[in-house]
């Protein structure tokens, strides 16, 4: 059973019904059947979660308000 490369383009299928949501193909078999697992990327998470990127204007915003406060992950900073 042939599995994609990373680097390959991904091919993406929406579902509807019973089982619904984005999903992408992860493998093909020999007799045309097809493996899919839930699309995770970012843009997929976004739209499940109800979300949007945030605007140029709403980033820096956020960033000068609560970027002084964040520190690094070991604390130190």
């Given at each position: 059973m042939p599995t994609m490369a990373a680097e390959?383009?991904?091919?993406?299928?929406?579902?509807?019904g019973a089982i619904a949501g984005e999903y992408v193909v992860k493998d093909t078999g020999p007799g045309g059947e097809i493996t899919l697992v839930p699309d995770t990327s970012w843009k997929a998470i976004l739209a499940r979660g109800?979300?949007?990127e945030l605007t140029p204007e709403e980033s820096a915003a956020f960033w000068a308000e609560h970027g002084p406060h964040m520190l690094s992950p070991d604390g130190e900073g």
């Open positions: 390959e383009q991904l091919v993406h299928v929406t579902l509807s109800g979300g949007r």
